[in-house]
């Protein structure tokens, strides 16, 4: 194997209370060359101690570990360690779930029994980009959109009406040529609002524009 430089290896922290699941983690994480396990946590507490301690990239947060759960200690963990990307790991797939963890500050969402190749796509994808929604979980987030709580004082940006319109419309799964029908314009006129979107939001693409609505309140459930 070639020497990764040290610059671009993910570091990673992993919070689960079953140990043969994190010893199958490792075993996994360990083949690929950027990316590298630095601590282990047996629930919330430890998570949080080491993440202090550590400063991980990644956090690989179990949903349902013992004690304050995985969602209450990403809210608490994001709280004292803003640049740290958790990401979560549950057996759950409904609307429910999803929203809340990423409400409560998660960058990601696998779902344990989907295969390991999923989990380390979106392992780098997080920490490339920021966030990462797969599409299998993707319209399950957009059906349980609500105004995020911890994030109701995230500064809201300059949008005209018509992008916050169109952003909506984007977070409801419309295509270009669906918005463009909608407002009587071009397909191009839309993709110039994305990209005025994007920017204003400091997005790369349209499920990052969604999280950030979300997070600014431009768009809500209703």
Known sequence: ??????????????????ALFRE?????????????????ARDGVEALRLADRLKPDVIL???????PNGIRMTRQ????????????LSMYEDAAHITESFQ?????????????????????SVFREGVSIPSCIEHKLLKGIRKPDFLSGTERLNLTKKEVKVLK????????????????????????????????LG?????????EGLKRDYISRH
Do not use: W
């Open 169 to 200: 419309l984007v977070a409801f799964g419309k295509t270009n040529k669906e918005i463009a029908k909608k407002f009587s314009v071009s397909e191009k006129t839309v993709k110039n609002h994305l990209n005025h979107i994007y920017r204003k």
């Open 24 to 40: 199958g983690l490792r075993r996994i994480l360990e083949l690929e060359e950027d990316i590298k396990i630095v601590g282990e």
């Open 1 to 18: 194997m070639n020497k990764v430089d040290s610059k671009k290896t993910i570091r990673i922290l992993v919070a689960d209370d079953h």
């Open 104 to 124: 409560a500050g998660a960058s990601g969402y696998v779902i344990k029994t989907y295969p390991s190749g999923e989990l380390i796509e979106t392992i780098r």
């Open 203 to 211: 997005a790369k693409n349209r499920t990052q524009a969604v999280v």
């Open 77 to 88: 963990i994001k709280k004292r360690c803003r640049k740290v990307h958790v990401i979560m």
């Open 61 to 67: 947060m179990d949903i349902s570990l013992p004690g």
